[in-house]
């Protein structure tokens, strides 16, 4: 069974950077899609960025330019980076992972705040 730890969120202000972590108990290489999606309240959840085993990137409108996505895979790891955050970036983040199987797993969530 894979598990997917997230870490990394937190409270910032506006236009401050945070970086989230997303452990996998697995080799990641084992992943064609790895990815980042979020849920703010009373909202449906979003895809924010994915990226694949290839390296290639996808980003959601809302971030794109300000967010960037990355795996390590020496070190079992996904990272998203997030800059210029602003308030509507509040949500809790989930990251998400798909096997070469097709079976999708995911992440308890951490919560980003962005406030003043």
């Known amino acids: 069974q894979v598990q997917l730890v997230e870490s990394g969120g937190g409270l910032v202000q506006p236009g401050g950077s945070l970086t989230l972590s997303c452990a996998a108990s697995?080799?990641?290489?084992?992943?064609?899609?790895t990815g980042w999606y979020r849920q703010a309240p009373g909202k449906q959840r979003e895809l924010v960025a994915t990226?694949?085993?290839?390296?290639?990137?996808n980003y959601g409108d809302s971030v794109k330019g300000r967010f960037a996505i990355s795996r390590d895979n020496a070190k079992n790891t996904m990272y998203l980076q997030m800059s210029a955050l602003k308030p509507e970036d509040t949500a809790v983040y989930y990251c998400?992972?798909?096997?070469?199987?097709?079976?999708?797993?995911w992440g308890q969530g951490t919560q980003v705040t962005v406030s003043s």
């Open positions: 990226i694949n085993r290839e390296s290639n990137t």
């Open positions: 697995v080799s990641i290489k084992s992943f064609v899609l």
């Open positions: 998400n992972a798909i096997s070469v199987y097709g079976h999708s797993d």
